[in-house]
């Protein structure tokens, strides 16, 4: 079985500032990763998705995340923060096409809420 | 164009009622999903259907039952509503097959059912 796992409920970073969040994955064959973003009372946006290839992925809004194999992980970052970025952010996995017989069942982890302050 | 749609945005009813949402995608994807988000954001995949043909069914009340009557439709039907079914009520679609691009979902706004 497949699962993620977002450290930190909460991120609180200054405007212009690094933004860093984590997550881990568990998965017995090769996932396709994937960082979803939901701004307030909206549905969620895809930011980025990891799934063959290049392992740093660069998505909308400035952002990026690197597939670390050897750390099971897939760590969203921007180099500076602007007070649009707050939101919940989502890491979800999913298991490739030759595993998945075609269904494309996205498992997301608890979510982390980011804060962006002056 | 809204990409993918939901009715009711807001949906507050009783303890014991039957209630249904229904979702509509213009984005001519052959794949559609309902997702449940509950109070602390916990996102879990519920259904898809491919083409009105039910390819995923997790496991959920048989007081839910979706409804496909074509593949830019989904619906949600949910009987004998209960407290624990208040959450927000995500739809989203994808274009069917084994390519990556497949795996991209579109969601819809969410509707927030409140059972009293």
């Known amino acids: 079985a497949q699962s993620v796992t977002q450290l930190g409920s909460h991120v609180s970073v200054s405007e212009g500032a690094l933004v860093l969040l984590r997550c881990n994955y568990s998965?017995?064959?090769?996932?396709?990763l994937f960082w979803y973003v939901q701004y307030p009372n909206q549905g969620l946006q895809l930011l980025l998705k990891?799934?063959?290839?290049?392992?740093l992925v660069k998505g909308i809004n400035g952002f990026e995340a690197e597939f670390k194999k050897s750390e099971t992980s897939f760590h969203l970052t921007k180099p500076s923060a602007h007070m649009s970025d707050a939101a919940e952010y989502f890491c979800?996995?999913?298991?490739?096409?030759?595993?998945?017989?075609?269904?494309?069942?996205?498992?997301f982890g608890a979510g982390t809420r980011l804060a962006v302050h002056p | 164009d809204t990409a993918v749609s939901q009715t009711p945005k807001y949906l507050v009813t009783q303890m014991g009622n039957d209630k249904s949402i229904k979702c509509e995608q213009n984005?001519?994807?052959?794949?559609m999903y309902w997702y449940k988000q509950d109070s602390k954001k916990f996102l879990k995949i519920m259904f898809s259907?491919?083409?009105?043909?039910?390819?995923i069914n997790e496991t959920v009340p048989n007081r839910f039952s979706p409804k496909s009557p074509d593949k830019a439709h989904l619906n949600l039907h949910i009987n004998s509503l209960e407290l624990g079914d208040s959450a927000v009520y995500f739809c989203?679609?994808?274009?069917?097959?084994?390519?990556?691009?497949?795996?991209?979902?579109?969601f819809g706004p969410g509707t927030r059912l409140t059972v009293t």
């Open positions: 259907y491919n083409n009105k043909e039910l390819i």
């Open positions: 989203a679609s994808s274009t069917a097959g084994d390519h990556a691009n497949s795996y991209e979902q579109y």
């Open positions: 998965s017995s064959v090769p996932p396709y």
């Open positions: 990891y799934t063959t290839g290049a392992t």
């Open positions: 984005l001519g994807h052959d794949t």
């Open positions: 979800a996995v999913s298991l490739p096409p030759m595993f998945s017989g075609g269904y494309n069942k996205l498992i």
